[in-house]
């Protein structure tokens, strides 16, 4: 495989772990765009900042309902 085609396949690798990690949709047109939570992560990553954990956000709200 050439090498271009590894970068890419492992970007989407990375993308697909962080929406299992993070509670976000998984959708691979994604990858390339700004606004998507994956250029999100990327800006967050880049400031030093985590990503927004939706799993937590999801817990909080669910434990309210109760």
Do not use: L
Request: with cysteine.
């Amino acid at each position: 495989m050439q090498p271009h085609m590894d970068t890419i396949f492992k970007q989407i690798d990375e993308y697909r772990e962080f929406c299992v990690e993070n509670g976000y949709p998984f959708n691979e047109a994604d990858i390339g765009k700004n606004n998507s939570p994956w250029g999100h992560m990327q800006k967050s990553i880049a400031n030093k900042r985590r990503p927004y954990n939706q799993w937590i956000r999801d817990g909080k709200a669910m434990r309210k309902r109760k």
